[in-house]
């Protein structure tokens, strides 16, 4: 995994989408910048990724994956996360930490 870019952290991130279909990448994007995240390509060193149903197979950088069971993903919520909750776990990956949601088993 890299590291974060420095001083990232204080206000948005840069985050990487990775989800299937157009609609579903559109939506995430939307609710990532209303957060104040800028929305980057994997290869411009995002911060975290933001992964609908399972991480990328690279697993280069910290990943919260939305709806997904993967244990070896940094951060694991339910599908209907809150805008919140999804902020709270970028930035909690971002910085290192595992996040896991009470609402989530992993097998």
Do not use: C, F, W
Not at 1 to 18: C, Q, Y
Not at 47 to 61: I, T
């Amino acid at each position: 995994m890299n590291a974060p870019a420095a001083g990232s952290l204080a206000h948005g991130l840069r985050i990487a989408i990775a989800a299937g279909g157009k609609e579903r990448t559109a939506a995430l994007a939307k609710v990532l910048q209303s957060l104040g995240h800028e929305v980057v390509s994997g290869e411009k060193r995002p911060d975290a990724v933001l992964a609908d149903q399972r991480r990328p197979a690279e697993g280069r950088y910290p990943t919260v994956v939305l709806g997904g069971t993967d244990p070896e993903a940094e951060g694991l919520l339910p599908e209907n996360a809150a805008a919140s909750e999804i902020d709270a776990a970028l930035r909690a990956v971002a910085r290192g930490l595992i996040v896991r949601s009470p609402r989530v088993r992993t097998s």
